[in-house]
C-alpha cells in the first residue's frame, strides 16, 4: 500500500528565505507526483505535476524535483512571500487512471 | 469560470440525515473522482468514474455513501443516515483521459463541499 509522508507538519520562515518541502513515498512504482497548495477550508490549486520519467518541472518561483528511485520529491520555493503561507500537499498516483495517495500536507507560515 | 465546481459549499445536518452533494466538472474531462479530508489529514480517495462508470470505490465508501453520475457530465454523492463521523470537506476533481493530448492525468479540484453534522 502506498504511503506518503511529508515531515515537517509546520515551517515558519522569514519572508524572502529560500525553502525546500520535503514529500517521501514507499512505492516507487508511480505514475506521476502532483504538487498542491491548499488555502485555509478551500479546495486544492495544483501548482505542478511531475511525470515519472522526469526528474523537475518548474513553474514561476516554484521548482519540484522527483527522485523515484528513492522514493522523494522536493518542492522549492525561491524567494518566500507572505502569500505563499499555505499547506501544500504532496501526492502520487500509481497509474494512468488512479486516484492520488496524498500527504498529510506541510503548513507554511512566511513572516513578513 | 471554467474550473471544476461543487454545490453547496457548506451543508449543517442533524445526525441521521440524508445529504446529497454535487459535482460539476470542467467540461472536457471525462474523468471524475471524489475525495474526503478531515482536519489535519491529506484528502483520501472515495471514488471514480470514468464517462458515466464507476470504475474504482473505496472500502471509505460504506454502503450508506453511494454516488452517480447519470450522464458523464456532473456527479452526486449521496450520504444516507449521516454520523458524526461523517464530518469532512468532501473533494471533487476532473481530469483529462490519457492520449487526449493531456498525458499526464493532472488532476482539478473544485472548492470542495464542507459537511458538518451535528
Known amino acids: 500500500k502506498q504511503e506518503v509522508t511529508q515531515i515537517p507538519a509546520a515551517l515558519s520562515v522569514p519572508e524572502g528565505e529560500n525553502l525546500v518541502l520535503n514529500c517521501s513515498f514507499t512505492d516507487s512504482a508511480i505514475y506521476n507526483l502532483q504538487w498542491f497548495r491548499q488555502d485555509p477550508g478551500k479546495g486544492l490549486t495544483s501548482l505542478l505535476l511531475i511525470q515519472s520519467s522526469q526528474r523537475e518541472q518548474t513553474s514561476g518561483r516554484l521548482n519540484a524535483s522527483l527522485d523515484k528511485s528513492s522514493g522523494r520529491s522536493t518542492l522549492y520555493i525561491a524567494a518566500s512571500q507572505p502569500g505563499d503561507s499555505a499547506t501544500y500537499l504532496c501526492a502520487v498516483s500509481t497509474g494512468a487512471n488512479s486516484k492520488l495517495t496524498f500527504g498529510k500536507g506541510i503548513t507554511l507560515s512566511v513572516r513578513p | ?118
Open chain 2, 1 to 118: 469560470d471554467t474550473g471544476v465546481s461543487q454545490d453547496p459549499r457548506h451543508k449543517i445536518t442533524k445526525r441521521g440525515q440524508n445529504v446529497t452533494f454535487r459535482c460539476d466538472p470542467i467540461s472536457e474531462h471525462n474523468r471524475l473522482y471524489w475525495y474526503r479530508q478531515t482536519l489535519g489529514q491529506g484528502p483520501e480517495f472515495l471514488t471514480y468514474f470514468q464517462n458515466e462508470a464507476q470504475l474504482e470505490k473505496s472500502r471509505l465508501l460504506s454502503d450508506r455513501f453511494s454516488a452517480e453520475r447519470p450522464k458523464g457530465s456532473f456527479s452526486t454523492l449521496e450520504i444516507q443516515r449521516t454520523e458524526q463521523g461523517d464530518s469532512a470537506m468532501y473533494l471533487c476533481a476532473s481530469s483529462l483521459p490519457v492520449g487526449s493530448g493531456q498525458y499526464y492525468n493532472e488532476q482539478f479540484f473544485g472548492p470542495g463541499t464542507r459537511l458538518t453534522v451535528l
